[in-house]
């Protein structure tokens, strides 16, 4: 079983509102990543993160911004939401010592109107 | 640029058939390849993840195999129930600490 979280599952909000999805993982993991998908579409990497202080842009241009400051958190945060961020986010973790297996939270999923 | 495909896009069986879904990967440069299953509207679950060195892994009834040089993999599910029905995707990374490439996934539905 991941211990890997996502707060909120679901979140509907206005156009222009700031949020904040929240992912925090209790493995350990030092990689930690966000991935965009719409229903029954690809997943799209969005964000990741090697370690503390370390953040990357992923494939798909995003508005979205993150930040690792803590190895177990690594939120993501939209300014000013708009309808075209609808879908869900799901996030990530990988870097066991035995084990690559990377791991994802139950996801948030975004409905803004 | 590492491209995953995966073949069928959907497939549809009846209770108790075994199947192979099927993953191809351009680039063989990999350091390993992860299967997940993924339930409608749910996060992603890890299944298998098989190391480049290795040819296969097994955990119950599924069976993944990998072949490096042809650049494909297979997930092997014997005796199908309806509660294997979701979306199966598998993924590749080219380091430990390269990003992860997945595949567009298998859409199965396994018929009572």
């Known amino acids: 079983e991941a211990d890997i979280y996502q707060t909120p599952r679901y979140l509907v909000i206005g156009t222009g509102k700031k949020i904040t999805l929240e992912c925090s993982q209790t493995m350990g993991h030092d990689k930690m990543y966000w991935y965009q998908q719409d229903p029954g579409m690809e997943l799209h990497l969005i964000h990741y993160?090697?370690?503390?202080?370390?953040?990357e842009k992923g494939d798909l241009s995003s508005e979205s911004t993150v930040s690792r400051i803590r190895t177990e958190h690594f939120p993501l945060t939209l300014e000013s939401a708009r309808p075209s961020h609808t879908s869900q986010y799901l996030c990530?973790?990988?870097?066991?010592?035995?084990?690559?297996?990377?791991?994802f939270g139950p996801g948030t999923r975004l409905t803004v109107l | 640029k590492q491209e995953v495909t995966q073949i069928p896009a959907a497939l549809s069986v009846p209770e108790g058939e075994n199947l192979v879904l099927n993953c191809s990967f351009t680039?063989?440069?990999?350091?390993?390849l992860q299967w997940f299953r993924q339930d409608p509207g749910k996060g992603l679950t890890s299944l298998l993840l098989?190391?480049?060195?290795?040819r296969e892994q097994t955990s119950g009834r599924l069976n993944a195999s990998l072949d490096k040089s042809s650049g494909r993999s297979t997930l092997y599910i014997a005796a199908s129930q309806p509660g294997d029905s979701a979306t199966y995707l598998c993924a590749v990374a080219k380091t430990s600490y390269d990003k992860v490439i997945f595949g567009p996934g298998t859409s199965l539905s396994v018929i009572p």
């Open positions: 990530a973790s990988k870097g066991g010592i035995l084990t690559d297996t990377q791991y």
């Open positions: 680039d063989s440069a990999i350091y390993n």
């Open positions: 993160s090697y370690g503390v202080n370390s953040t």
């Open positions: 098989i190391q480049s060195s290795q």
